[in-house]
């Protein structure tokens, strides 16, 4: 509609026109108002979306007395390590000088000295033996100090390893702190070295995996300089390697070798089934691959009644904790046939919407319910999940690695970080104590 024309002057054909476009607008404009009102919930309150409805409930009645804790649970002073005492020399009425007194109150204040980095020169004397006439200069032995020719001491690659790691900063958070609070610029080169001297202790945490009786493993995604990759984890209660590879199964070979005969836990996926030993498939992600066909289906009654019924089976199976072995084996071949026989009428059923989780399960029968029979095997892949849990949000932060090199390091400083953080250990005082032992 022209808003330009003038309505008192306009012709007669003018206005019926302007008319039938605005009754034509007015019916569209009520399609839509119906359209929204058929999509409000029916019987909903007439109110402003977001704002919550008075509750009708009577208002709590006045608590009565706190009950009484056995023990207090107040915040403890720490031990001071510098006094400052503050007395008043002179009479503030009569100015006359005043000894002795005594404690009337005391205040704590926590507090972190902004220092600059101590730089120290060890300078080695040469000297002359007197009778002898020999030339004597003392051994440049710094051991505990400093690593091999480098100038940074122990302490402070300790501290830049547990930065990087443990508190997930980048490279040039790092320096900045390192300038803001300590005075000291450091390159990036300088910043990278710690990795390359742990190297044996990450060799060390690789032969007491494969030692294990339990190992867990799983994958998960890594970029290096743009391109997709893959970073894998073997772990044990107390142990943590991590190395990024491709997805193919020479990744299971190269990590756990023949020197590995235990039980491999791990996800249904095709890498893992080329291994010979022993293997226990992870229920939880069966279980959710079945909550999902449940909830893409909601009212297939033949596909819940499977559900529950194969929901059943893992809860008796996770309830048998028999003492013998004898009979755990028994009670895992009979879970076994149980597990099968619930799957036969769907396996090869087209109109099935469960068939290829049949299938599935008919495929790695034997590595199901091998934690019924071994107590120590969990019937899930949770550890792995957790372990990589760190890595990943490193990996959300900084995007992955730029080089081979850069992953190299990442790997080896995040299999010796997550092997102290599963066993506990300070990081800081761990790392120092890994640098500076002889081992290295």
């Known amino acids: 509609m022209d808003t330009e024309v003038d309505l008192t002057t306009v012709d007669r054909a003018v206005l019926i026109a302007i008319i039938a476009e605005l009754q034509a607008v007015i019916e569209r404009l009520q399609r839509r108002i119906a359209e929204l009102e058929g999509q409000a919930k029916p019987g909903g309150p007439l109110r402003m979306p977001g704002l919550k409805a008075k509750s009708g409930r009577k208002p709590p009645a006045q608590p009565g007395p706190r009950k009484q804790r056995r ?54 004397i040469a000297r002359t033996c007197p009778a002898c006439r020999r030339r004597c200069t003392p051994p440049a032995e710094l ?31 790092v320096q900045w702190y390192l300038d803001t609070v300590h ?33 867990h493993a799983d994958e998960t995604g890594w970029r290096q300089s743009g391109a997709n990759g893959y970073v894998w984890t073997f772990s044990t209660p107390t142990e943590r390697y991590f190395l990024r590879r491709g997805r193919g199964k020479t990744v299971v070979d190269e990590a756990l070798s023949d020197a590995f005969s235990g039980v491999l836990v791990s996800d249904f996926y095709a890498a893992y089934h080329h291994y010979d030993g022993p293997k226990q498939r992870c229920w939880a992600h069966l279980l959710r691959d079945i909550h999902d066909l449940r909830t893409r289906y909601p009212d297939a009654a033949p596909l819940a009644r499977w559900a529950d019924a194969v929901h059943g089976i893992y809860d008796r199976a996770k309830a048998c904790t028999h003492p013998q072995a004898k009979r755990r084996r028994t009670a895992q071949l009979a879970l076994e046939r149980q597990l099968l026989a619930l799957g036969q009428p ?30 120590d095997v969990p019937s899930d892949n949770n550890a792995a999940e957790r372990s990589l849990r760190h890595l990943v949000i490193s990996r959300k932060i900084s995007g992955g690695t730029r080089s081979e090199q850069g992953t190299e390091r990442k790997m080896t400083l995040a299999s010796i970080f997550g092997t102290w953080r599963a066993q506990g250990l300070n990081p800081l005082a761990a790392c120092r104590q890994l640098l500076v032992s002889p081992l290295l």
């Not at 404690?103 to 704590?108: D, G, K, S, V």
Request: hydrophobic content about 40%; proline content about 7%; overall charge positive.
């Open 71 to 124: 023990h207090g649970f107040a915040r403890p002073r720490m031990t001071p390590t510098h006094r400052v005492e503050h007395v008043m020399e002179n009479c503030p009425d009569c100015g006359a000088h005043r000894s002795g007194g005594w404690i009337q109150r005391t205040r704590e204040v926590i507090e972190l000295p902004v220092v600059p980095a101590q730089v120290t020169e060890h300078v080695y």
């Open 143 to 173: 051991g505990g100090v400093v690593l091999g020719q480098q100038r940074l001491g122990v302490n402070l690659l300790s501290l830049i390893a547990t930065l990087r790691e443990e508190g997930r900063l980048p490279i040039r958070s």
């Open 183 to 215: 005075q000291l610029r450091l390159s990036v080169g300088a910043i990278h070295r710690t990795a390359q001297r742990v190297q044996p202790a990450v060799a060390a945490i690789l032969d007491r995996i494969r030692a294990s009786p339990v190992v």
């Open 346 to 375: 769907f396996r090869h059923d087209p109109s099935a919407t469960q068939a290829k989780l049949c299938r599935r399960i008919e495929r790695h029968i034997k590595e199901l319910f091998v934690f019924v029979a071994e107590p």
